[in-house]
């Protein structure tokens, strides 16, 4: 099982591990993208901070982030697992996971990001601040430069089973799983069902979204469920107690789309 998962705008700080060794990182067939991006984004930082602020979206509390991403080289590194915060990562905690759970993580999770194309959770990354949606005047727009060698590594690394995709749209414009990986795609929406005079209503909303997301793959590791394709996911999930509505794809090569509806939100 691969599960695909956005990255977190919000970055634990730098750790006290030794500076960045990009040969070092998950998927070597990413290492010349991620070179390219990484230059220029320092280069850009280390230069005017208004424009890099810009470029990179930041509000002015924000300003601090430019000279971090100034410095991307010689920061101090940890775990991608511990630098990505957030909701769906403090749903997931993965420091809290059984021996046997982490391995499982380590061999399973896949974190997207503007500047690394993905990573491992075990892969050691300095924090950054430069999303999917980030368009570098060089390189242009982050999601659509990441195809071509997305495309190239990303099916080997989904291997022959599960792919679960996690990600915000902006982070799945970087990759689509195509042809017979797209087969064994499942993509997950958490609804909220209400009441409401007598009617059910759903929606969906971010926060809860994003936490259900984190337990629902916490409690796949946990469980050491191992579904082989997207019919086994649902299985496996309504025997961790999900209410779950599935909607095989009406051709092939297209994911499944799952509902997980759920009517307390915590």
């Not at 075990?122 to 982050?142: E, F, H, N």
């Not at 060698?149 to 080997?156: D, F, K, N, T």
């Not at 909303?205 to 082989?228: D, E, M, Q, Y």
Request: hydrophobic residues 45%.
């Amino acid at each position: 099982m691969l599960v695909l998962l956005p990255p977190s705008e919000g970055k634990a700080a730098a750790g006290r591990g030794g500076p960045l060794r990009p040969e070092s990182l998950s998927l070597p067939g990413l290492a010349a993208a991620r070179e390219s991006v990484l230059t220029e984004l320092v280069e850009l930082c280390a230069g005017d901070e208004d424009k890099a602020s810009e470029v990179l979206g930041l509000s002015e509390g924000l300003r601090g982030e430019v000279a971090k991403n100034a410095g991307l080289r010689t920061a101090g590194t940890r775990p991608a697992g511990e630098i990505y915060t957030g909701v769906l990562y403090d749903a997931l905690d993965l420091a809290s996971l059984d021996p046997s759970a982490k391995r499982r993580a380590a061999r399973s999770l896949l974190v997207f990001s503007g500047l690394w194309g993905a990573v491992r959770v075990t892969d050691r990354i300095p924090s950054y601040r430069c999303s999917m949606g980030v368009k570098l005047p060089g390189l242009g727009a982050l999601a659509a430069y990441w195809r071509t060698p997305m495309a190239s590594v990303l099916p080997e690394a989904a291997g022959d089973g599960l792919v679960l995709d996690l990600r915000s749209s902006a982070y799945a414009a970087a990759w689509k799983p195509k042809g017979e990986v797209a087969d064994r795609t499942a993509t997950v929406r958490v609804l909220h069902s209400q009441v409401v005079d007598g009617v059910e209503k759903r929606s969906v909303v971010s926060h809860f979204n994003k936490a259900t997301k984190g337990r629902i793959v916490r409690a796949l590791l946990t469980g050491a469920a191992a579904p082989k394709d997207p019919a086994g996911l649902v299985e496996a999930l309504r025997d961790l107690g999900y209410v779950v509505e599935a909607e095989p794809p009406a051709k092939a090569g297209r994911p499944w789309s799952l509902d997980v509806v759920v009517t307390e939100i915590h």
